[in-house]
């Protein structure tokens, strides 16, 4: 029925983290960005990185707190902050994942699984807009023993 929103998961799965330390910046990490908030932060010198949410899909249109930007140019946020000594965490930089063209879309009860690399050409932090070949989509069926975050 068109209209009618399906629940998916989307699963990003990260590797090649640029370290914990970068330029000026000490304690780097990344989480992705939930409303304004960046949740489920990884040590930059983590060996890899893993974010599960649920998004809703309509008509094939992300929506949910994960998902950012206008109809037809959705996109989700990873964020690169730094811990300054005895400071909050502090956002430098950002990974726009976009999913403009992600085909197929997932659908109830499916996952949409991306998987790149988080560290740029000249060793530093992925930033800016990122799309295939950088990113990678596939659908998968959904394991029912995976940790989900539910939409907030």
């Known amino acids: 029925m068109a209209g009618e929103a399906v ?3 989307v699963r990003i799965e990260a590797h090649t983290l640029p370290g914990a330390s970068w330029d000026c910046y000490e304690g ?4 992705v960005q939930c409303g ?11 060996e ?23 109809k037809g140019e959705r996109f989700l946020y990873l964020v690169w902050r730094h811990l300054p000594e005895g400071g909050e965490p502090e956002v430098f930089r ?13 659908g109830e009860g499916e996952t949409l699984v991306g998987a790149l690399g988080l560290t740029d050409g000249r060793g530093g932090p992925l930033c800016a807009g990122v799309r295939p070949p950088v990113v990678t989509w596939d659908v998968q069926p959904r394991n ?8 907030r």
């Not at 780097?28 to 989480?31: F, I, M, P, S």
């Not at 489920?40 to 010198?45: K, L, R, Y």
């Not at 992300?62 to 950012?68: K, M």
């Open 144 to 151: 029912a023993n995976e940790r989900v975050f539910p939409l």
């Open 7 to 9: 629940i998916a998961q």
């Open 48 to 70: 890899s990185a893993l974010f599960e949410f649920d998004v809703r899909v309509v008509d094939g249109d992300f929506r949910g707190p994960f998902v950012h930007g206008r």
């Open 94 to 106: 950002r990974a726009k994942l976009l999913l403009t063209g992600v085909v197929p879309v997932p």
């Open 36 to 46: 304004s908030e960046t949740v489920d932060a990884v040590p930059g010198d983590a």
């Open 28 to 31: 780097v990490e990344v989480g």
